[in-house]
């Protein structure tokens, strides 16, 4: 009998991502992580308040993006990247949110997100008109805040070539 791959993964990967109760009848870890995922992603999809968002990070992130190649240490760093106040992105539909939130994973310390970003408008350009993909990796530390976040986005192919133009 052939196992196919999908099972043999999921089976592989479950004990990972399992998620039980704490001993106390209290929420477990994986459930506390899931909690503040789930917060993080709905503000992240709101795309309103920067300090929100900000405030879900540890000062001393580490931040990589694997589409573009870059690694960042520190939240100022990670602030002038990301960068939410810049007046050149604005929403297709201002009332929809940014992301939709597809599936997520978690373990104690652990949160992967997938889901797709909605079309945006940057300077004037229409963009993700295709809906890209993301999985964006969050790595909790113990007071459930984010020490690591690994973002893996598939950028519109303009948006890619002007990074690279710039560096």
């Known amino acids: 009998m052939k196992i196919p791959y999908s099972w043999l993964l999921a089976a592989l990967a479950l004990p990972l991502f399992s998620v039980c109760r704490s001993g106390n009848g209290g929420p477990s870890r994986a459930d506390q ?3 503040v995922a789930l917060q993080y ?4 999809a709101e795309r309103e308040d920067w300090d929100k968002l900000l405030s879900f990070y540890r000062s001393d992130l580490e931040f990589e993006d694997v589409m573009l190649l ?3 240490d ?3 760093d990670f602030k002038e990247f990301y960068n ?3 007046t050149g992105f ?3 539909v201002k009332e929809e949110p940014h ?3 597809e599936d997520l994973l978690v373990n104690d310390s652990t949160a992967v997100g997938y889901g797709f970003f909605k079309p945006f408008y940057w300077y004037g350009t229409l963009y993700g008109e295709d ?3 993301f999985s964006i990796v969050l790595t909790f530390d113990d007071s459930l805040r984010i020490k690591r976040q690994v973002d893996f986005i598939e950028y519109p192919v303009d948006i890619l070539c002007r990074y690279y133009d710039e560096d």
């Open 33 to 35: 992580v899931e909690q």
């Open 99 to 101: 992301l939709i939130l």
């Open 90 to 92: 604005h929403k297709l």
């Open 74 to 76: 520190g939240l100022e």
């Open 84 to 86: 939410w106040p810049d």
């Open 41 to 44: 992603f709905a503000t992240y």
């Open 70 to 72: 870059l690694e960042l």
């Open 131 to 133: 809906q890209p993909y």
